[in-house]
């Protein structure tokens, strides 16, 4: 299970979700099971774990529980996934952002930039969309949105624009064909963090991550019983962000809509105001925790 993915923060995560033994809990984000086993751990025989995962690979990490059920969908389907499993409220519901281990470490999928591999990056591979496709089609004004909203590259405009003259020569279908555009375009000794930046804005075009992220949040609000929690895990500043305006104000622009008497609208309370980070032991543990950043909300209990 280590070899497929490492969980992050996962005790903080757990003593977060606050959890009932006889609950209803969901994993937006199954991978490789790490959250969704420990959160087994604390049920008794009358809780229930449902889990999210597009990705097919994620099938070979189900444990063998009669609590568990595995919605194979992306997470922004939570309402209706949960529908499906006869559920229309939970008391806890966690999302590990991202990219699994097991994702940037299979050459074939084209996550990473340090393997040689076809331009895919899509996380449910039935999907038509993938990054080679991209780097095709999109027209020069498509790619540098992209790249500068969500990659933040400096060069957004020069990118775009290397990409449509080498296209022209010749399809750029792999990863290094793609490292081989960008990396005269990257600050000496800035190569990998460079390359990383438009790597991620490709992977979020590819899955509409912050699209998904938004409904998912919204939905999460919708089907959460009263203090039953949602701990979001993000490994970036767009998602981060998105999360945490939603959480203050309610709306992902971070605008404040308050009531009659001054107090703030929103479907969900901040626990905490700041997010939670890895301690610097699991950090040396596990390097990609580095940029992880855990922020908790829990539905408000009704008064009157």
Known sequence: MSTYHSPVLLHESLEALSINPAGVYVDVTFGGGGHSREILKRLNSQGRLIAFDQDPDAVQNVPDDQRFTLVRTNFRNLRKGLAECGLQKVNGILADLGV??????????????????????????????????????????????????????????????????????????????????????????????????????????????LDALKEMLEQAAEVLEESGRLVVISYHSLEDRMVKNYFRSGSFDGDQEKDFYGNLIRPLEPVSMKAILPEENEIELNPRARSAKMRVAEMPRKTG
């Open 100 to 209: 699994s281990s097991h994702q940037f470490d299979t050459a074939e999928r084209g996550f990473s930039i340090r393997f040689e591999g076809p331009l895919d990056m899509r996380m449910n591979p039935e999907q038509p969309l993938s990054a080679k496709e991209v780097l095709a089609t999109y027209q020069q004004a498509e790619l540098r949105s992209i790249f500068k909203t969500y990659g933040e590259v400096d060069n957004a405009g020069l990118v775009a624009k290397k990409i449509v003259e080498a296209r022209e020569e010749k399809a750029i279908n792999t990863v290094e064909e793609l490292k081989a555009v960008l990396l005269p375009l990257s600050r000496r000794g800035k190569e990998n963090q460079y390359l990383a930046k438009v790597f991620q804005a490709l992977r979020i075009e590819v899955n509409s991550e």
